[in-house]
């Protein structure tokens, strides 16, 4: 998000030279890039916390003492609101608590994907792929299970063990994926269309051609899939790292979804993401990990200004970050 200083600049630029302008991209590209890279710290009595665009390290002194626990989140517009909980974890901490985000943006989160990462894939057409569709270099490696993570530009902190993965269903629940038609893999170009200008996309044909032609739509997940995968993640989350599995569920109703009568609505998505809900919870008392109730939380704090079930003002990150800090609690975390 551009601040409200660049935007007021961004603008007096374009009334002068025109929108999109080879130097307004170039220092979109510069400042984007500079956000991306910025570390905020701030300090308190007995604390202090760095801050980035993916992660927030509360420890007690700058020289990031003992014990080190870390939070790895993997998921999608939800995710953030784990962040939330740094304050609270700031009130009694002792040593150094690291909260990251593996994997930003869309795609890439549905358990199917993730698992796929532990496979042997075709590495020339993974590289392909990731060319053309401008996938993260993390999108096919296993590195969300390897047992330890260093926090993006924060070098100084060290290395952090994964005490705690969090993950969430929202992925598993809206997302579309397709399937390489001759090596299997599975991909949501989701980022590639929602990360640049549709006019880039539009221009480069070759590659919307090349991916009609390499790729067969699969669609979304079924609840009996999500029970398998989500099963074997746990565990192999739990057997690779040696630490705990936190689920995030989603709301299950839609705040500006005005329909009253569902004769002629084939399969609506509030009683999908129900199904999945309910499966979560049945998960959770066979395999025994925790589950954030965003669903709770965000019907108890009121959702007359919510978007939809997944984006949800700022405001209402903060009691999702209190659920999270009590749940961690109860694992020993904080």
């Known amino acids: ?41 701030e300090t308190g009595p007995g604390w202090v916390q760095y801050s980035t665009q993916s992660s927030v390290v509360i420890t007690e002194s700058d020289d990031f003492p003992g014990p080190k626990r870390g939070v790895m989140l993997r998921g999608g517009c939800d995710m953030p609101s784990a962040f939330t909980a740094a304050p609270l974890i700031r009130e009694n901490i002792e040593g150094t608590v690291a909260i990251s985000r593996h994997l930003p943006g869309t795609g890439g989160h549905r358990s ?15 590289r ?7 996938l993260n270099h993390a999108y096919f490696t296993p590195s969300f299970f390897e047992p330890k993570f260093h926090v993006r530009n924060l070098p100084k ?11 969430g269903i929202a992925s598993d629940e809206v997302r579309q994926v397709y399937r390489h038609r001759e090596h299997g893999f599975l991909v949501d170009p989701g980022g590639w ?15 919307v051609e090349w991916f009609r032609k390499e790729f067969r739509r699969v669609g979304r997940m079924s609840v009996d899939d999500f029970r398998k995968n989500n099963t074997r993640l746990a565990g192999e989350i739990r057997g690779r790292t040696g630490g705990d599995v936190v689920f995030y569920n989603t709301m299950v109703l839609d705040p500006a979804n005005p329909t009253h009568n569902y004769q002629l609505v084939k399969t609506a998505h509030s009683v999908r993401r129900r199904e999945f809900a309910i499966a979560l919870a049945e998960l959770s008392r066979d395999l025994d990990f925790s589950i954030v109730d ?5 019907k108890g704090a009121g959702v007359k200004e919510q978007v939809d079930f997944a984006h949800f003002p700022t405001d209402r990150m903060v009691p999702i970050g209190a659920d999270l800090h009590r749940v961690l609690g109860e694992l020993g975390v904080v």
């Open 1 to 41: 998000m551009i601040s409200k200083p660049a935007e007021l600049a961004l603008n007096a630029w374009r009334s002068v030279f025109g929108e999109d302008t080879i130097v307004e991209n170039w220092v979109r590209r510069r400042y984007l890039s500079a956000l991306r890279n910025e570390v905020k710290r």
């Open 112 to 126: 199917d994907q993730i698992l796929q990462t532990l496979d042997e894939l075709d590495p020339a057409s993974v």
């Open 128 to 134: 392909e792929t990731c060319q053309l569709l401008k």
């Open 157 to 167: 902190a060290g290395e952090f063990p994964k005490t705690v993965s969090v993950l």
């Open 193 to 207: 269309w929602l990360n640049q200008d549709l006019n880039n996309v539009l221009d480069d044909l070759s590659a």
């Open 294 to 298: 965003v669903d709770r939380i965000l």
